[in-house]
């Protein structure tokens, strides 16, 4: 699948770069009890860290925050999905599981302090473009709500906008009858090159373990 980094993103942030996984014959189910059970450990290890300290002070967190500022959204009103997570558990509302490839997904996005997406690659259409959205483009999120993707970074394909590290839409959710993905990660900007590929390869081999099937990634950057 094709997929282009706009320059209305790198002209703003010439450092900003994303972890970019395909996977092909993979089987979602329901969470085996392994994942379920990091996933609570994970999520209370944070809530008690969060007595502490504040989200914003998490270093991912932060700069994920300084990213939207960079491009014109207020991240107290429009968080990063990473934030909004943390938040959740700083309330104690910790996430239930919903199948293993998002209760993965969210695994990772806790542990990189990063927006992670992951789309049915079936509902895809054509060339994927990481660009700045406009005052005119509006997608209706997987909670419901009509949202305004104007100054958001988003991804789009031929069909339109589909994604976004603020809520992704409704259009092309994984679900336990998909069977391949595209997975985007939206790393630290400040995140070395090296580092970067690193930690998209490691959950690409933890996804493959989990779910079989094959992937192939990439660190896409300016």
Do not use: C
Not at 107 to 127: A, H, M, R, T, V
Not at 185 to 202: G, Q, W
């Amino acid at each position: 699948m094709e997929i282009t980094l706009h320059s209305s993103v790198t002209d703003i942030l010439p450092d900003f770069k994303l972890g970019i996984i395909e996977y092909n014959n993979i089987t979602v189910g329901p969470s085996p009890s392994m994942l379920r059970g990091r996933l609570q450990l994970f999520q209370e290890s944070i809530y008690f860290d969060l007595k502490d300290q504040q989200v914003t002070d998490r270093k991912g967190i932060n700069e994920w925050r300084q990213v939207f500022k960079s491009f014109g959204k207020d991240p107290s009103r429009y968080r990063p999905s990473s934030e909004s997570l943390y938040r959740r558990i700083q309330k104690e509302n910790y996430l239930s599981s919903i199948h293993s490839a998002v209760d993965l997904n969210n695994f990772f996005s806790l542990q990189y302090e990063s927006p992670i997406g992951i789309y049915d690659s079936s509902k895809l259409n054509g060339p994927i473009q990481i660009t700045v959205g406009s005052d005119k483009e509006v997608y209706t999120a997987l909670n419901g709500r009509d949202i305004s993707l104007e100054n958001l970074i988003i991804s789009k394909d031929k069909s339109g906008p589909f994604g976004s590290p603020y809520v992704d839409s409704n259009r092309a959710p994984v679900t336990e009858s998909t069977k391949s993905a595209l997975q985007i990660i939206y790393l630290p900007p400040s995140l070395l090159i090296e580092e970067a590929n690193k930690l998209t390869e490691s959950l690409k081999n933890m996804f493959i373990q989990l779910h079989g099937g094959n992937g192939t990634h990439f660190i896409l950057t300016k």
